[in-house]
């Protein structure tokens, strides 16, 4: 898109390496060179364009001439992970993202954009349109659809919802996606580990869901939902957090949290006496059920088919009611959650997402990630 002519309230600005008119004459490696020299992310530079390339390809299937993104969630899935940092109070994005054949923009109030410039989206081929903070992005965003058939992920102004075609793409990630929430998931899994093995008996459930928050700030994740249960206390309540309930024999801890946009889930469970025969025997239990779901858990296996297997395993182990306790199995991915298993739910396993499952049987809180692969 070219930039437009400079006005008082609104300009065009251009984001490093974006104009590829201007280095046409180098070659790919010169061109890969100056990321390089910058300590700049190609890979993700490639992600940004490939992602820009399925939706020109939507684009052209609808024949529609454009794609608004307004929703945190796909800003993260196309810029492969720049986070949207501020929304009003009421929900109203600052920041929207416009997609067609001629380049992607940015659209931004002034008090948003340079830290999503600066930070979340550098040298990644995006320019910049921007308002003033107290004239918001609607009328921005209706300007840059003015004469456009124009899609979007909600339908805002005089836009099309297409959010049933732009959902699917988002849910299927990338090789450069799944390598990056393996590495994640596992620095998630084991920093989760190191604290519970830290948990003193005598502390509270809001003292470790403190210093759970403290530990996942310090390693960059941004905590979404933390739970922390002393004892055989609060498992009537799935979706729990935590209160100022003493510790003394265990304690369980789930915890999702999100970084570059990218949710990730781990559970953990620290005895500091020895476990009875009826808990020891739900742990064995829950491990049953989780080796079966990793078994079933390949590209392509039908999620209906899924649903109805873990009910069987639920069954042969004489548990036939307890996955009513809570949901058990959910997509993580840019929203979380992308899906949850539930009966009779339309798809296949699709190659590369992540599913995390956790298995709750009386007072026993089992949880793993598992790497849908071929």
Not at 6 to 13: L, V, Y
Not at 158 to 183: G, L, M
């Amino acid at each position: 898109m070219q930039p437009r002519k400079p006005e008082a309230e609104a300009h065009m600005q251009t984001n490093f390496c974006c104009d590829r008119k201007v280095i046409v004459d180098i070659t790919p490696e010169q061109f890969g060179d100056l990321f390089d020299i910058h300590q700049l992310d190609r890979e993700r530079y490639v992600e940004v364009d490939r992602n820009q390339q399925i939706v020109l390809k939507l684009l052209e299937e609808t024949r529609y001439d454009g794609l608004l993104l307004t929703l945190p969630e796909n800003i993260a899935w196309f810029t492969g992970g720049g986070q949207v940092h501020f929304q009003h109070a009421s929900g109203t994005s600052e920041t929207a993202l416009f997609i067609n054949k001629t380049g992607r923009v940015i659209l931004a109030v002034d008090s948003v954009a340079p830290l999503l410039f600066d930070r979340e989206i550098k040298a990644l081929g995006f320019q910049l349109k921007e308002r003033l903070w107290t004239e918001g992005l609607e009328e921005l965003a209706d300007e840059i659809c003015r004469g456009r058939a124009v899609i979007s992920d909600t339908g805002f102004g005089r836009t099309r919802n297409f959010s049933n075609r732009i959902d699917p793409i988002r849910q299927q990630p990338s090789a450069y996606i799944a390598q990056k929430y393996q590495a994640t998931q596992q620095k998630l899994t084991e920093l989760i580990q190191g604290i519970a093995t830290s948990i003193l008996p005598g502390q509270t459930e809001i003292e470790v869901a403190s210093k759970i928050s403290a530990e996942l700030i310090a390693h960059q994740f941004e905590p979404q939902l933390l739970q922390v249960y002393a004892d055989e206390h609060h498992y009537q309540y799935p979706h729990w957090d935590y209160d100022h309930t003493p510790i003394q024999s265990r304690c369980a801890v789930h915890v999702v949290a999100s970084q570059a946009g990218l949710h990730y889930a781990a559970t953990e469970t620290i005895d500091f006496e020895q476990a009875d025969s009826s808990i020891l025997q739900s742990r064995e239990q829950a491990q049953v059920i989780l080796k079966q779901a990793t078994e079933l858990c390949k590209a392509g296996y039908s999620l209906t088919e899924l649903w109805q297997e873990i009910l069987k395993a639920y069954a042969e182990l004489v548990l036939p009611d307890e996955w009513r306790t809570a949901e058990f199995a959910m997509q993580l991915g840019y929203r979380n959650p992308e899906q949850i298993l539930v009966p009779n739910l339309v798809g296949e396993l699709q190659p590369d997402t992540f599913w995390f499952w956790q298995i709750r049987i009386g007072s026993t809180l089992t949880g793993k990630s598992i790497h849908v692969s071929e």
